[in-house]
C-alpha cells in the first residue's frame, strides 16, 4: 500500500528557513507527477510546487505556486524514495499545514501532513 508520511514541520520565525520532507513508501513505480500543497486556517487546499515526469526522457519538470516562486524549492532524492520542500524567507501567510501527494496513474495519495506556523 502506498505511504507518504511528512515530517520537519515546526514554528518558524518570519524570514526564517525550514526544510520539509516526505518519505514514499509501498511502490517501486515512479508517480507521474508528485506535489506539495498546503491549507492554511480557514482556507482550502493548493498547490505549493510539485515535479513532474516525462515520460520520454525522465527528465523532471517543476512547478511552483507565484505565491512561493523563487523562496520554495522543491526536490526528490529517487534513492531514498524521499520529496523535500526548501522554504526560505518565510512570511506570516505561509503558515498552513503543509502536505505531500502523489499521483500513480489515475490516483492521488495524500499524506497527513505537517504543521508550519510562522510566527515572532
Known amino acids: 500500500q502506498v505511504q507518504l508520511v511528512e515530517s520537519g514541520g515546526t514554528l518558524v520565525k518570519p524570514w526564517g528557513s525550514l526544510s520539509l520532507s516526505c518519505a514514499v513508501s509501498?511502490?517501486?513505480?515512479?508517480?507521474?507527477?508528485i506535489f506539495w500543497g498546503r491549507q492554511a486556517p480557514g482556507k482550502g487546499r493548493g498547490m505549493v510546487a510539485r515535479?513532474?515526469?516525462?515520460?520520454?526522457?525522465?527528465?523532471?519538470?517543476?512547478v511552483y505556486a507565484e505565491t512561493v516562486q523563487g523562496r520554495f524549492t522543491i526536490s526528490r532524492d529517487n534513492s531514498k524514495n524521499t520529496l523535500y520542500l526548501q522554504m526560505n524567507s518565510l512570511k506570516v501567510e505561509d503558515t498552513a499545514v503543509y502536505y505531500c501527494?502523489?499521483?500513480?496513474?489515475?490516483?492521488?495519495?495524500w499524506g497527513q501532513g505537517t504543521q508550519v506556523p510562522v510566527s515572532s
Open positions: 515535479i513532474d515526469k516525462i515520460a520520454y526522457n525522465d527528465n523532471n519538470n517543476e
Open positions: 501527494y502523489a499521483l500513480w496513474d489515475r490516483d492521488y495519495y
Open positions: 509501498g511502490t517501486a513505480i515512479s508517480p507521474r507527477a
